[in-house]
Each structure stands twice: as structure tokens, then as C-alpha cells.
């Protein structure tokens, strides 16, 4: 089987990623690290525990990250997960702090890869501080990793959070920068205009939703208010052509999953903007190869829907 590290900022979609993974029958999944991100580290802890006791997974490891990016006070994204990140909904059964491993995130990505050298995928969909320190403490940590996925960035300086820059991007801009310049491993990336370009109808979403499984029920009680966010004016716009449902995350961990569902992409030189005064955090490909990089990222462009919908379907039975 397939081993993943999942390196999560759980929000909502990172929640649909994380149980994308979990029901993949060729996917072992070694470990959660948490970070900064959509919320506080704490609530991110806790939503991971929360996904994976809805999907009965609790024996699966969870570290805590970092709770802030290299430089700064960081941002949040409450306005479209929820202050909790996971929709605002009260659980009174929720798994306590307690269940998180008492070693730190960066610490664990280090050991499990070092322990598993060139086996382990990891998918990133969260801003990338975690791994930005990892290769820090270890510079030869990327070079032992099988592959690397991530949700990040942005092909059109189209942004979802700045005018130019993606979420986990401006999060986070040195991690960005560090990650895209220094980890030359197999790397593949979701980026948002490509997420936004793949949605999924509301009709498909209704169908996935209403299945009768427990997984189910947890879905649409954590989702309730980040659709009703998808449906709001600022993000119809952001979403290109319409809306529907844009589960960033699962993007990555698709392909992760099953490289190929990747039915287009392309190889380029990336990089991050890391001074502009509207561009920080703007994920930059070099096209015409001005740069001179010799590491190229696989830039995702099309994915097979239909495999995709099967994936995120059979996530929730
Ligand atoms: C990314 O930002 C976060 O809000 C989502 O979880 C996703 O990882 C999309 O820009
Ligand atoms: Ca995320």
C-alpha cells in the first residue's frame, strides 16, 4: 500500500482530503501533522481528531505543528470554514487534545521518512511551514521522501485571499519559497485556479452528501456553513464560471491517491513572490524558462472527474 504523510491546516476541505485518504483501500496513511492554517493549531489538532473519529481512525498518530509562519502573525480563514475551522458546529464528544502524540510535528515528519527512506508521499494542504522547518533540521529530508502533493499557489495571479496570492501561499510566502525552491523530490501541485476550474455540481455534491453513513452526517453538519460561504457573492466570483463544489484539497490527495487521474499537467519551474506589495505569497512559474531551474513541478491541469467523484463518493459510505 501506499504510504502518506498528511500535513493538514483541517478545515473543511482538508477534512474531505484526510477522508479521501482514509478510505482509499491502497493507501496506508503513517501520520497527521498539523499546522497553522485555516485556524489555530489547537482547533486543527482537534478537528483532525474529530475527522478521524467519524471515520474510526483514532489509532492513527497526530502531531502538532507550528502555530505561526516563518516571518509574521499570520492570517486565518474563518470567514469561509468557520471560526473553529470546521464549520462551527458543538461537540460535546469530541476527542481531547490529550490523543495528540506528545513528539512535535517536524520532529515526526523527520523520524517516519528517515525510518521509510524513499517511501513515503507527502501531501501538503495546509500552508507549508512544517515542511519549510523540516528541511531546515534536515536538509536531506526532501531527497527521501517518494513524492511530494500539495494544495497551494496559483497559475493566473488569480488569489482567493490576497488580490494575487492563494491562502496557503500568503499564509505562509517563505515556507511557500522554501518548500518550491528546496525540495527537489517528485513534486505535484493543485493550484487554486485549476481547483476552481474542476468543480463539481451542487446536484453531484447533494448526491454525495445524502448518502445514509455516519460519515455523511459528519460531513454535512462541518459543510453547512462553508457552502452556504461557496454560495455568497465575493466567492462566486472567485470560483470562475459559476459555482459549485471546489474541495481544494482533495485535488492533491486524488493524486496522491492515483496518479492517473492527472489526465493533463505540465512541468515548469515555480517560485514565490516574496516582496510585492500586491504580489506576496503570488505563486510564480517560470514559462520560458528565464530562471535557468533545472527542478521542475508537475502542475496539475485536468483530472478525470469521474475517477474523482468516485473517489470523494466512496469517502463518505
Ligand atoms: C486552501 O486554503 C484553505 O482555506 C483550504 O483548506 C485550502 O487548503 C485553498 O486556497
Ligand atoms: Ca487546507
Not at 447533494?206 to 453513513?213: A, M, V
Amino acid at each position: 500500500r501506499k504510504k502518506l504523510l498528511i500535513d493538514v491546516d483541517c478545515g473543511v476541505d482538508d477534512a474531505q482530503a484526510i477522508m479521501l485518504a482514509l478510505a482509499a483501500p491502497n493507501v496506508k496513511v503513517l501520520g497527521i501533522t498539523c499546522v497553522h492554517g485555516n485556524t489555530n493549531v489547537e482547533n486543527v489538532c482537534k478537528n483532525t481528531l474529530r475527522v478521524l473519529k467519524a471515520c474510526h481512525k483514532l489509532e492513527i498518530p497526530v502531531f502538532k505543528g507550528a502555530d505561526k509562519p516563518i516571518l509574521g502573525k499570520g492570517i486565518n480563514a474563518g470567514h469561509f470554514h468557520g471560526l473553529d475551522g470546521l464549520g462551527d458546529v458543538p461537540d460535546p464528544d469530541a476527542p481531547g487534545l490529550d490523543l495528540i502524540q506528545k513528539e512535535g510535528a517536524v520532529s515526526a515528519m523527520i523520524r517516519l521518512v528517515d525510518k521509510n527512506p524513499g517511501e513515503i508521499s507527502l501531501v501538503a494542504t495546509a500552508p507549508l511551514t512544517n515542511l519549510a522547518l523540516a528541511v531546515r533540521l534536515d536538509p536531506s529530508f526532501p531527497s527521501k521522501l517518494k513524492g511530494l502533493f500539495i494544495m497551494g499557489g496559483n497559475t493566473e495571479s488569480r488569489g482567493n485571499t490576497t488580490v494575487c496570492a492563494e491562502f496557503n501561499f500568503v499564509a505562509d510566502p517563505e515556507a511557500a519559497f522554501i518548500v518550491l525552491n528546496e525540495y527537489l523530490c517528485p513534486t505535484t501541485i493543485a493550484c487554486w485556479e485549476f481547483t476552481c476550474h474542476s468543480k463539481l455540481s451542487w446536484e453531484f455534491c447533494g448526491t454525495w452528501l445524502s448518502q445514509d453513513s455516519e460519515k455523511a452526517r459528519f460531513m454535512r453538519q462541518i459543510f453547512a456553513y462553508s457552502m452556504k460561504a461557496s454560495e455568497s457573492g465575493r466567492l462566486k466570483k472567485e470560483f470562475v464560471a459559476g459555482t459549485g463544489l471546489v474541495s481544494c484539497d482533495s485535488y492533491a490527495m486524488a493524486a496522491a491517491i492515483d496518479e492517473n487521474i492527472i489526465l493533463e499537467s505540465d512541468l515548469y519551474p515555480l517560485t514565490v513572490e516574496l516582496t510585492g506589495t500586491y504580489t506576496r505569497g503570488m505563486m510564480v512559474m517560470d514559462t520560458i524558462d528565464i530562471l535557468k531551474k533545472t527542478h521542475k513541478i508537475k502542475v496539475m491541469k485536468k483530472i478525470n472527474l469521474d475517477r474523482f467523484m468516485e473517489l470523494m463518493m466512496d469517502s463518505l459510505k
